[in-house]
């Protein structure tokens, strides 16, 4: 059982930056792969960026690729998404998820946290 809180999130003007957070309870953390998925208004859920346990193995979107920067801490068992030269069309909630590999699909995830919003204005 992993319990999994998003922060971060906030409006931010075209061109600028974001910091997530993602925190997640328990001294197992460490056994997960982690994942940041987004879910805009009439979209669904899609895939941000993954990380392996070890940190070793990343993926990420196309749509994000060379903007975003996942990263893990495994001392504080925190998972982060640095963004970068955001657009107006990454504004959705974004989601943390834990599970077994850090794969592009929800399926391969367990945990789920409850969302951070993030918007970009023009």
């Known amino acids: 059982q992993v319990h999994v809180v998003e922060s971060g999130g906030g409006l931010v003007q075209a061109g600028g930056s974001l910091r997530l957070s993602c925190a997640a309870s328990?001294?197992?953390?460490?056994?997960?792969?982690m994942g940041w998925f987004r879910q805009a208004p009439g979209k669904e859920r899609e895939f941000v960026a993954a990380?392996?346990?070890?940190?070793?193995?990343?993926k990420y979107a196309d749509s994000v690729k060379g903007r975003f920067t996942i990263s893990r801490d495994n001392v504080k068992n925190t998972v982060f998404l640095q963004m970068n030269g955001l657009k107006p069309e990454d504004s959705a909630v974004y989601y943390c998820?834990?599970?077994?590999?850090?794969?592009?699909?929800?399926?391969?995830?367990?945990?789920w946290g409850q969302g951070t919003q993030v918007t970009v204005s023009s």
């Open positions: 990380i392996s346990r070890s940190g070793l193995d990343i």
């Open positions: 998820a834990a599970g077994a590999s850090s794969a592009r699909y929800t399926e391969t995830y367990d945990y």
């Open positions: 328990g001294r197992t953390f460490g056994r997960y792969a």
